[in-house]
């Protein structure tokens, strides 16, 4: 009897054990969760599925693949229904590739306070398509302007700058000022160099070309028309203001360091860091960097990207000028997502483990992990500067999230080009562009023939299909 | 004797100048496994200790995991690599002896009964009649070679080949670019997936593909090694009455080890090496090398330092098979078999 009453305790205690370990109880249930190789997003996922295993007594497999053969991979995968991957991490311009393949977020994960806490650029508009929601941004990205303290508030410095230039030395608000302080600072004799962008071909190039151009070309007047005539899909890239830009963009080689071209943004980042360089143009991780590994601990500052008075308008064909400065900031690449492809066995158990990924919790914790590459895009990853104390100090995080937070509220903020076939618009884009940097075209030759290839582009993949999937990508009613 | 000791000289300035060319790659990618990120990016640096400060953090990174599983891919480099190699080589060099030893006479117009046969009775049973692609597959391929093989026994008109085209036959498999075989291979894996029998992202589906992969070369090497077996040692044997396959087995096999060794080392290095198959057929059971050496190079940029650590652990297990197979191949036993 004795006996019968312990087992019965004992298998009660177990029971109730086992009820309180999973919830939900996806014993049983393994999850492939596939990304680029770590470090970078890859750990973040690792991280998490440590949580969500033992919260629901699930598995996760997380299946690494090089960043360069993620797109085929995902691709050739859902298209032939594998059943490969149950939540895939990746970017979102290929949403709009992918978006038939992937099952829609359920409508419980998209209320309440973890969903009002994602900022809207990212809740609203990058992780819908066709206004379905079919991912979950996992790490906001975009591009800023990293500068140093000990340049900036040195007093000998900003006396000279203010006698040359004839305004006070501060945060460039301008792409004129951005130069006026890369001249400035440019001092080769003495190993400092004005600023750093990426310029080589694969190196991720054409971002930095994009965040010149938003200022001249996302004009407020005329939404959506940054890449494309929304009513025509006509190329604009080769109007005044992407020329303007890349002219801009490729006059920065000469206050870059010897071999400039040569930079990919994983070259750009340690030169900032190691004090090479006065300022660059980066994504958050050279702050991260500098604070934490480079030689400007304590003076790393971030600046909104610089905006511009005067905006192309390819409606009038002419110049709009502004009173103020209308900052452009480039949401450039736009984060890494998460989404379960329609073919996955388990969507409910990944549904769940992305609702983990992305919870305040869980991400609040990945952005300040070194090297987990999640970078903020909540409301609460923004207002808490004691969660940055162990990377920045007080003055460093306030600057950074500051200006992160800057972008992303901006009301002319400018999101990156998501279309059907982006990588082969990108590569026309690449080549052409290369031919500019290096001086074997002119800007304008480089632009048109662009322009050439893109609207060839647009024509092969069908007019109509893409001029419908552009106005989705920027938020515009269909036609 | 002045001159023959210029001329020495000269050739021992051209011989250190070629090393240093051969080393200098080498050398670079393990100092740069040492590199801290900062070293990598403001300049060139050569020397540790004296350019730099060396750190191990890019191979603690590595073995930590956070940059990928290594043990993983390794594992499964060897093995597979190893089990295709020895199949590839194994089947490749029967491949190659029938050839050097029996003449081939394959009409033309069988073997365009087989395409016709194959590609119209798939088209009729999958397209007509909703069979499975595997299936359609397997009922064609097996009609179409016992029909073609009949065929070709009755005086079909038409040119008539010979083991030399056999033999180009089997190397043109590797001159069309791989991602033409390689999609539809990962098309036809899917489709076998479906029915049952899964094969992508299997040891079984891997072996399979790098077996293919590695015969074209397999059969194209030894049947050169085999021509230099003198045919009177054979005829001797056959005089003795012994069978054709412990023929093979017990005597020319043995005479040509070194070519063995030889083919096995140039087929292992391209299946080791080998990418695009391994990217596309495999997930995350049976990742192979290549495809965790290329991750390092991620959307943040190149990081040199992380290349390099996964390029030195990726060269290890080469060298050392290289190295044994080398020493194999160098050993008295062997190069006296051929006498």
Redesign the interface.
């Known amino acids: 009897m004795k006996r019968l009453l312990l087992s019965t305790v004992a298998f009660a205690a177990l029971g109730a054990g086992t009820a309180m370990a999973c919830e939900p109880d996806y014993t049983g249930v393994t999850l492939n969760v596939s990304t680029q190789n770590g470090p970078a997003i890859a750990s973040a996922l690792a991280a998490a599925a440590v949580g969500w295993e033992e919260r629901t007594c699930g598995t996760v497999n997380v299946i690494e693949f090089p960043f360069g053969e993620l797109y085929p991979k995902f691709l050739t995968a859902m298209s032939q229904q594998t059943g490969d991957f149950d939540v895939i991490g990746f970017v979102p311009a290929w949403l709009p590739d992918f978006s038939t393949y992937l099952s829609s977020m359920p409508v419980e994960l998209q209320e309440g306070s973890n969903w009002d806490d994602i900022h809207p650029v990212y809740r609203e508009r990058l992780m819908t398509w066709n206004g379905e929601v079919k991912s979950a941004t996992m790490d906001g990205d975009m591009h800023m302007l990293n500068l140093r303290a000990d340049l900036l508030e040195d007093p000998e410095e900003m006396a000279a700058f203010e006698a040359a230039y004839g305004y006070p030395l501060a945060a460039p608000v301008t792409w004129a000022q951005y130069y006026d302080q890369a001249e400035f600072f440019h001092r080769p004799d003495d190993g400092l160099f004005g600023t750093a962008e990426a310029y080589r071909r694969g190196g991720q190039q054409f971002w930095y070309f994009f965040s010149h151009a938003a200022s001249y070309t996302n004009n407020p007047s005329n939404p959506g028309s940054m890449f494309f005539d929304p009513e025509t899909m006509d190329a604009q890239i080769n109007n005044p203001g992407w020329l303007r830009a890349l002219e801009e963009y490729k006059r920065g080689l000469d206050f870059n360091p010897p071999g400039a071209l040569n930079n990919g943004s994983g070259d750009v980042r340690p030169l900032y860091a190691g004090g090479t360089v006065a300022m660059n143009i980066d994504w958050a991780d050279s702050g991260v960097l500098g604070s934490t590994e480079g030689s400007i601990e304590g003076h790393v500052r971030t600046a909104m990207l610089p905006g511009s008075t005067e905006i192309w308008n390819h409606v009038s064909g002419e110049w709009d000028t502004f009173d103020e400065v209308v900052h452009s900031p480039f949401l450039a690449f736009g984060g890494w997502q998460l989404a379960v492809p329609a073919d996955s066995e388990n969507p409910e158990a990944a549904w769940d483990f992305v609702a983990e990924v992305i919870s305040p919790e869980v991400s609040g914790q990945a952005i300040v992990t070194a090297n987990s590459g999640v970078n903020p895009y909540r409301f609460s990853h923004y207002d808490n500067l004691e969660n940055w104390s162990s990377v920045f100090s007080e003055e460093e995080a306030a600057s950074y999230l500051g200006a992160q937070r800057a972008s992303l509220d901006a009301p002319n903020v400018a999101l990156d080009l998501r279309l059907p076939g982006f990588f082969s618009y990108t590569e026309i884009l690449e080549i052409e562009l290369s031919k500019a940097l290096a001086g074997q075209v002119t800007p304008q030759e480089a632009l048109d023939a662009i322009a050439e290839g893109w609207d060839a582009l647009t024509d092969e993949f069908g007019r109509d299909t893409q001029l419908a999937a552009y106005r989705a990508s920027v938020g515009l009613p269909p036609l | 004797m002045m001159e023959n000791r210029s001329l020495r000289i000269v050739g021992l300035v051209g011989c250190l100048v070629w090393l240093f060319f051969s080393f200098f790659p080498l050398y670079w990618v393990f100092v740069t496994a040492f590199k801290?990120?900062?070293a990598?990016?403001?300049g060139a640096t050569y020397i540790p200790f004296v350019d730099f400060q060396p750190t191990v953090q890019a191979f603690r990174?590595a073995f930590s995991?956070?940059?990928?599983?290594f043990f993983g891919p390794i594992m499964a480099s060897i093995s597979i690599s190893l089990v295709a190699t020895v199949l590839s080589v194994f089947l490749g060099a029967m491949a190659a002896y029938a050839l050097v030893r029996f003449e081939f006479r394959i009409r033309l117009a069988s073997g365009l009964m087989f395409g016709v046969i194959s590609i119209g009775g798939f088209v009729l049973l999958n397209g007509l009649f909703d069979i499975g692609v595997p299936y359609a597959l397997l009922v064609v391929l097996v009609l179409a070679l016992v029909v073609s093989i009949w065929m070709n026994r009755y005086g079909l008109p038409g040119p008539v080949l010979g083991n030399n085209d056999v033999t180009f036959w089997f190397v043109s498999q590797r001159m069309f670019p791989p991602i033409v075989s390689a999609?539809a291979l990962?098309?036809l894996y899917?489709e076998i997936?479906r029915a049952g029998f899964p094969l992508?992202?299997s040891f079984f589906g891997m072996v399979l593909a790098y077996t293919a992969f590695g015969l074209p070369f397999a059969v194209w090497l030894m049947r050169d090694f085999f021509s230099t077996v003198p045919v009177e040692v054979e005829e001797a044997a056959q005089v003795d009455n012994i069978g054709r396959m412990r023929i093979f087995i017990q005597i020319v096999l043995p005479m040509s080890l070194p070519g063995l060794l030889a083919t096995s080392m140039i087929v292992l290095a391209f299946i080791w090496n080998e990418f695009l198959f391994a990217?596309?057929l495999t997930?995350?059971d049976w990742?192979t090398l290549p495809?965790?050496l290329?991750?390092?190079?991620?959307?943040?940029?190149?990081?040199w330092w992380a290349i390099s650590v996964a390029a030195l652990i990726a060269i290890i297990p080469m060298v050392v098979i290289a190295a044994i197979l080398g020493r194999m191949m160098r050993s008295g036993l062997l190069s006296g078999s051929i006498k």
């Not at chain 2, 995991?65 to 599983?69: H, L, P, S, T, Y």
């Not at chain 2, 290329?294 to 990081?303: I, K, L, M």
């Open positions: 801290p990120p900062l990598v990016s403001q990174d995991g956070i940059r990928g599983d999609f990962f098309l899917a997936g992508l992202d990217l596309l997930s995350g990742q495809i965790l290329a991750g390092q190079q991620s959307s943040r940029g190149d990081e």
